[in-house]
């Protein structure tokens, strides 16, 4: 299973930018597809989460800002990410909680690589 997050890079203070996970390989189901980030001198943090029936989460600080899409046919997380602030610059990390062909029952855990973001004028 692979994971391929995109979208990061430099945007002004006040901007938009949306991130993509594409998940890809041996995939039953994706029950779970989050997205987490770490910023400089923090730990890794959860930023927003969604289900596969939909339901979703957010942390505080970016509650009314991101929102955490999913596209089940192409196995694919969105985080479209609005009035973006400085305190939002971070590595971003997506995360799924996916069952297998041939293992259906369980489910396993799968981190990407990193997307940067760099919000700053």
């Known amino acids: 299973v692979q994971l391929q997050a995109s979208g990061g890079g430099l945007v002004q203070p006040g901007e938009s930018r949306k991130l993509a996970c594409r998940v890809s390989?041996?995939?039953?189901?994706?029950?779970?597809m989050a997205w987490y980030r770490r910023a400089p001198g923090q730990r890794r943090k959860l930023v927003a989460a969604i289900r596969k029936a939909g339901t979703t989460e957010y942390s505080d600080s970016v509650k009314g800002r991101f929102t955490i899409s999913r596209d089940n046919s192409e196995n694919t997380a969105y985080l479209q990410m609005d009035n973006l602030k400085g305190e939002d610059t971070a590595n971003y990390f997506c995360?799924?909680?996916?069952?297998?062909?041939?293992?259906?029952?369980?489910?396993?855990?799968?981190w990407g690589q990193g997307t940067l973001v760099t919000v700053s004028s």
């Open positions: 390989g041996n995939i039953f189901s994706i029950e779970f």
């Open positions: 995360n799924v909680y996916l069952s297998q062909v041939g293992n259906t029952r369980s489910y396993s855990e799968f």
